[in-house]
């Protein structure tokens, strides 16, 4: 079974600085990625994703994404962050094969300092 | 404007109470799933459907209930049997594409909490 690790529940960034949250998967063949938020209360939002071609993702609200196939990794940054960007970031997988179920990370949680 | 809508926002049940979350789509999309979510948990799949009058089970199953008796709908009951039913419980959906391609996003609605008093 595939498994989905974000490391730290919990990020805190300065406004302006980096954002970095980092994502690695378990699967021995190169899953779909996505990253999505989460503001409270409300559903899930995508991102970017990952699928197939160039392994540099650019998404929505200035985020982008590597994948590392050599390091079955996905993690999720933006040059400067914005007060705005203080949310919930879920990382997640599917399988290639046939079938569309994915497999979530626990979450982290970024909380931007003015 | 497309979406998934989902009601009620916030429910309160008693115990040993059945209750049925509302979860509808105007997306034209075949998938439809179901997803509970706990602080720190992340999300869990509960059930999911593929096409319409046929589902399966996620990874947390039990104390839970659906039916998809039609493309854009698909409710989901809590029944009394669920031990911990206090959480937000989210439905997405999603649309393989033309080509087949399970590579889609999953769109989600806008949860509903729900409360065991």
């Known amino acids: 079974a595939q498994s989905v690790t974000q490391l730290g529940s919990h990020v805190s960034v300065s406004e302006g600085a980096l954002v970095l949250l980092r994502c690695n998967y378990s699967?021995?063949?190169?899953?779909?990625l996505f990253w999505y938020v989460q503001y409270p209360n409300q559903g899930l939002q995508l991102l970017l994703k990952?699928?197939?071609?160039?392994?540099l993702v650019k998404g929505i609200n200035g985020f982008e994404a590597e994948f590392k196939k050599s390091e079955t990794s996905f993690h999720l940054t933006k040059p400067s962050a914005h007060m705005s960007d203080a949310a919930e970031y879920f990382c997640?997988?599917?399988?290639?094969?046939?079938?569309?179920?994915?497999?979530f990370g626990g979450g982290t949680r970024v909380l931007v300092k003015p | 404007d497309g979406g998934i809508t989902q009601s009620p926002k916030y429910l309160f049940r008693k115990e040993g109470q059945n209750v049925t979350l509302s979860c509808e789509q105007n997306?034209?999309?075949?998938?439809m799933y179901w997803y509970r979510q706990d602080p720190g948990q992340g999300l869990r799949l509960i059930y999911y459907?593929?096409?319409?009058?046929?589902?399966q089970k996620g990874d947390i199953a039990e104390g839970y209930s659906v039916s998809r008796e039609k493309k854009e709908s698909f409710p989901l009951t809590v029944t009394s049997a669920q031990k911990n039913p206090t959480a937000f419980y989210l439905c997405?959906?999603?649309?393989?594409?033309?080509?087949?391609?399970?590579?889609?996003?999953?769109?989600f609605g806008p949860g509903t909490r729900l409360t065991v008093l």
């Open positions: 997405a959906s999603s649309d393989p594409g033309t080509s087949g391609s399970w590579g889609n996003e999953q769109f």
């Open positions: 699967s021995s063949v190169p899953p779909y």
């Open positions: 990952y699928t197939t071609g160039a392994t």
């Open positions: 997640a997988v599917r399988p290639q094969a046939a079938g569309n179920k994915l497999t």
């Open positions: 997306l034209n999309h075949d998938a």
């Open positions: 459907s593929q096409i319409v009058n046929d589902f």
